[in-house]
């Protein structure tokens, strides 16, 4: 979900790989030992967890999380929580790195002190506060000032077990004096509306002078302050709880009599005492954070017509893409956002075509083809994530839980055996499992995705023209990107591809590699295959099979999956799982009688239906065909005073677990039914109850909606892709090695004028055409040099349109006053 600034749309996502805690405190008992988890978080929401791994002080989770950010947020915290015998949570502590902090840990192991976790440090929201200044002169003839605080509202107040019940308390402090108010508790809300007035009567011991009736004492306004206090009330015995406070100087008022702003909610100082660093133990985390800004489609296509042009520039390495993929570090980065890209405009063939064909030709020996960290292999493995990741979960998925959940013993190295064990029996539950995938494998063939046949149909051809004399050169070409760069890593680490919702236990991990290991063997047709494993026991495992009989079915998996004249995917009607887990549910109200209560139920969506049932498994309890669901929209949180309500087709609620869940329903649901030609235009905003709709406040129940329906044109529901985004990405590459790109430029017009020995310095770069390679780079220099003059521009617009203590940047954003000192330092630099 992209936050709508002027001419311009900003998203943010955060990549995550939780690696390890260690040193964590041991368990008040005689085990000592802990069964600890550690969740994601944007402030106080949960958005991920970990598996728990039970009996350790040093927990080792391994687990990557990746989710688009729908919401503002100032901290990205992790928790790490433990689970005693009583299955009861207790938080050891946290890690809570602030907004404008992350650029500094980008992409980098880092280990991270958990600190305490108490009232005075969970603290999020904001304040929407007025202060106002008055004279009055009293019978006596003296002057006082009274000052009218104006609390309007507050905005993402944390909700505290499961609810929030508001309530503000405000100060006028001073040296001398404290006079407190308190404001009406706003019952099952995070976002309260106020909007009450207290008066407070200020005076002091001087004059009255009527020629500066404002104007202070310099002692008397620095020590007089308001404070408001955020607090959840509570019917618990320990009384309410914390939320945050800010504190505003009266100095604020020396220019004016009115004060209005918004400010974030700030800890308290109340002197607790700090414990030394390491007490609590300590994280390792991995931290991408992105913020894309990006600008309407035509701003974008002098670049992305030049990109979309790389498959028929000649030679394919002078293209504007393959000149991305020289100058980035490492291919990947250059591969992530060109792939998306080609694909969104159906150039992804054509243009790995290209790119593969130049590589088989400088390749000089057939068993060495495709084994590179090339553009060309970075690019099919991200094409074969996006395309075929649909296709891997039908193949792979069934057989994976059903090993996860068996959990038969299938080690076969005599060393590593535990007392007990058959090394036979072992032998033969590894067998079964082969068999089992291998099988799954060769015989999905007709279900794999058109864009990877084409591809593999591209490289076979590009492979056997190349080496005519090895006629197995056409199987090996393809059998090493879906044999060894798809299936095996996904068996062999299936959270990776969401085929398991964590990473798995030991036992189980060991059995996928040795499973792996056995797939990728009997997938690379290589000429010895039992020398090809370092290990003697793999070896003698492999002895089992019958390798002429595995031989030939890989062989017709890779003739069907590399045919030209492979029959069109979209005649199998077989469902195509798009998104399943736990959400809450509102009674649909059926029956005559009866509460309308809200109920937890597994969702499943498919390409053909939406169903819900009680448990995973279940039979559904309801079933709509995706022709039925006509629009969906997120509810106002004043309609059930619950966050993260959905409302597809007809009334039906339901409420995601965060925001993150939320958007994710939100975006594939509204991709299904933009499908729909009967789509709906117009729905309301909020609940209908008591007889009305809270929104229009219209009495019939059928009454047509009061608001439009979000969303645009018609999108593919599997392949999410933002072509304008992913040309921002591109740009913002190019941009990042700028100076890799001038060096190029410097290679180009040396080798133009010289024919003898290369410099050192210009080696690293393929350029087989100088001339059309400096011609695309100056385009490239150029696009990107426009690019960089817009993204300036509207830097500087907003820093003039911006003001400090509005709703969008409150008094207290750390980020936006960094964002100011670096506007200021520009604006004195170019003048």
């Given at each position: 979900m992209a936050v709508e600034e002027e001419g311009l749309r900003v998203f943010q996502s955060v990549k995550i790989k939780i690696g390890e805690a260690k040193n964590l405190p041991t368990y008040p008992g005689p085990n000592k030992m802990r069964d600890c988890y550690c969740t994601v978080n944007l402030d106080r929401e949960e958005v991920f967890r970990t598996k728990i791994v039970e009996k350790s002080l040093c927990p080792f989770y391994g687990e990557d999380f990746y989710c688009e950010i729908p919401r503002s947020f100032r901290h990205l915290s992790f928790y790490i929580f433990d689970r005693d015998v009583f299955r009861r949570d207790s938080i050891i502590g946290k890690v809570a790195i602030q907004k404008e902090d992350l650029p500094k840990y980008h992409n980098r192991d880092t280990w991270f002190q958990l600190q305490h976790v108490d009232a005075d440090s969970e603290v999020q929201g904001k304040v929407h506060l007025e202060l106002r200044l008055s004279e009055v002169i009293t019978d006596t003839g003296v002057v006082c000032h009274k000052l009218a605080a104006r609390i309007l509202e507050c905005q993402g107040l944390p909700i505290v077990n499961g609810q929030c019940d508001p309530y503000a308390t405000v100060t006028l402090a001073g040296p001398y004096r404290s006079e407190a108010k308190k404001t009406k508790v706003k019952k099952k809300t995070n976002n309260p509306q106020f909007d009450e007035v207290f008066y407070f009567e200020v005076t002091r011991p001087c004059s009255y002078n009527r020629k500066s009736h404002f104007d202070f004492e310099e002692e008397d306004v620095d020590k007089l302050e308001i404070r408001v206090d955020l607090w959840n009330a509570s019917n618990l015995k320990f009384g309410d709880e914390f939320l945050g406070e800010l504190r505003v100087p009266l100095n604020v008022l020396r220019q004016s009599s009115s004060y209005e702003?918004?400010?974030?909610?700030?800890?308290?100082?109340?002197?607790?005492?700090?414990?030394?660093?390491?007490?609590?133990?300590?994280?390792?985390?991995?931290?991408?954070?992105?913020?894309?800004?990006?600008?309407?489609?035509?701003?974008?296509?002098?670049?992305?017509?030049?990109?979309?042009?790389?498959?028929?520039?000649?030679?394919?390495?002078?293209?504007?893409?393959?000149?991305?993929?020289?100058?980035?570090?490492?291919?990947?980065?250059a591969a992530i956002p060109l792939v998306r890209l080609f694909l969104?405009?159906?150039?992804?063939?054509?243009?790995?075509?290209?790119?593969?064909?130049?590589?088989?030709?400088?390749?000089?020996?057939?068993n060495t083809i495709f084994r590179g960290n090339s553009l060309t292999s970075k690019c099919i493995d991200e094409t074969m994530k996006l395309a075929g990741m649909h296709y891997l979960h039908m193949t792979l998925k069934p057989a994976i839980e059903e090993i996860c959940q068996s959990h038969k013993s299938c080690e076969i190295d005599p060393v590593?055996?535990?007392?007990?064990?058959?090394?036979?029996?072992?032998?033969?539950?590894?067998?079964?499992?082969?068999?089992?995938?291998?099988?799954?494998?060769?015989?999905?063939?007709?279900?794999?995705?058109?864009?990877?046949?084409?591809?593999?149909?591209?490289?076979?051809?590009?492979?056997?023209?190349?080496?005519?004399?090895?006629?197995?050169?056409?199987?090996?070409?393809?059998s090493s990107f879906?044999?060894?760069?798809?299936?095996?890593?996904?068996?062999?680490?299936?959270?990776?591809?969401?085929?398991?919702?964590?990473?798995?236990?030991?036992?189980?991990?060991?059995?996928?590699?040795?499973?792996?290991?056995?797939?990728?063997?009997?997938?690379?047709?290589?000429?010895?295959?039992?020398?090809?494993?370092?290990?003697?026991?793999?070896?003698?495992?492999?002895?089992?099979?019958?390798?002429?009989?595995?031989?030939?079915?890989?062989?017709?998996?890779?003739?069907?999956?590399?045919?030209?004249?492979?029959?069109?995917?979209?005649?199998?009607?077989?469902?195509?799982?798009?998104?399943?887990?736990?959400?809450?549910?509102?009674?649909?109200?059926?029956?005559?009688?009866?509460?309308?209560?809200?109920?937890?139920?597994?969702?499943?969506?498919?390409?053909?239906?939406?169903?819900?049932?009680?448990?995973?498994?279940?039979?559904?309890?309801?079933?709509?065909?995706?022709?039925?669901?006509?629009?969906?929209?997120?509810?106002?949180?004043?309609?059930?005073?619950?966050?993260n309500v959905i409302q597809p087709e007809r009334a039906l609620y339901i409420q995601a677990n965060n925001c993150v869940e939320a958007k994710a329903w939100i975006d594939i649901l509204t991709k299904v039914s933009q499908c729909n030609q009967k789509r709906l235009t117009v729905y309301h905003p909020s609940a209908y109850l008591n007889g009305h709709w809270l929104c229009c406040r219209a009495s019939s129940d059928t009454a047509p909606g009061c608001s439009p329906c979000t969303g645009g044109l018609p999108a593919n529901i599997q392949l999410d892709i933002d072509?304008?985004?992913?040309?921002?990405?591109?740009?913002?590459?190019?941009?990042?090695?700028?100076?890799?790109?001038?060096?190029?430029?410097?290679?180009?017009?040396?080798?133009?004028?010289?024919?003898?020995?290369?410099?050192?310095?210009?080696?690293?770069?393929?350029?087989?055409?100088?001339?059309?390679?400096?011609?695309?780079?100056?385009?490239?220099?150029?696009?990107v040099g426009a690019l960089e003059q817009e993204h300036a521009q509207y830097r500087r617009d907003k820093f003039k349109k911006t003001k400090y203590g509005s709703q969008e940047h409150p008094i207290g954003d750390k980020s936006f006053q960094s964002y100011i000192r670096q506007q200021s330092e520009t604006s004195t630099h170019s003048i």
């Open positions: 702003a918004w400010y974030f909610l700030q800890p308290r100082d109340n002197g607790s005492k700090s414990l030394k660093p390491g007490d609590l133990g300590s994280l390792r985390l991995n931290v991408v954070y992105t913020e894309d800004h990006v600008f309407s489609s035509d701003y974008y296509s002098p670049l992305r017509d030049l990109l979309l042009r790389s498959a028929d520039v000649e030679p394919v390495s002078a293209s504007a893409a393959h000149v991305l993929g020289e100058v980035c570090r490492e291919k990947q980065e969104h405009y159906g150039r992804v063939v054509p243009f790995i075509s290209a790119i593969a064909n130049a590589e088989v030709r400088r390749t000089q020996d057939p590593k055996l535990k007392d007990g064990e058959s090394l036979e029996n072992n032998m033969e539950n590894l067998r079964q499992y082969v068999d089992r995938i291998f099988n799954v494998i060769t015989k999905s063939g007709v279900s794999c995705p058109t864009v990877m046949c084409d591809i593999f149909f591209s490289l076979r051809e590009a492979a056997a023209k190349r080496f005519q004399d090895d006629l197995d050169v056409r199987y090996t070409a393809v879906i044999f060894l760069r798809f299936f095996a890593p996904a068996i062999l680490s299936p959270n990776l591809f969401q085929l398991t919702p964590h990473h798995t236990d030991p036992q189980t991990s060991r059995t996928l590699t040795l499973i792996s290991k056995t797939i990728q063997t009997l997938g690379s047709l290589s000429k010895s295959k039992s020398a090809s494993f370092k290990e003697s026991y793999m070896a003698a495992f492999y002895e089992f099979f019958n390798e002429q009989k595995y031989a030939d079915a890989v062989k017709n998996f890779l003739d069907l999956i590399s045919s030209s004249g492979r029959r069109d995917p979209k005649s199998i009607e077989q469902p195509i799982l798009l998104k399943e887990g736990f959400m809450i549910k509102r009674a649909q109200g059926r029956k005559r009688f009866g509460m309308k209560n809200f109920k937890k139920r597994w969702f499943c969506l498919t390409n053909h239906e939406f169903t819900y049932q009680k448990s995973k498994g279940d039979q559904p309890l309801c079933s709509i065909p995706i022709e039925n669901i006509l629009a969906v929209e997120k509810l106002e949180e004043e309609s059930f005073k619950m966050k072509g304008d985004r992913e040309t921002e990405r591109i740009y913002s590459l190019f941009n990042s090695y700028m100076s890799k790109l001038e060096k190029m430029q410097e290679a180009c017009g040396s080798r133009s004028v010289y024919d003898g020995p290369e410099q050192e310095e210009y080696s690293t770069f393929i350029i087989d055409d100088p001339q059309e390679t400096y011609k695309t780079l100056k385009q490239v220099i150029t696009g």
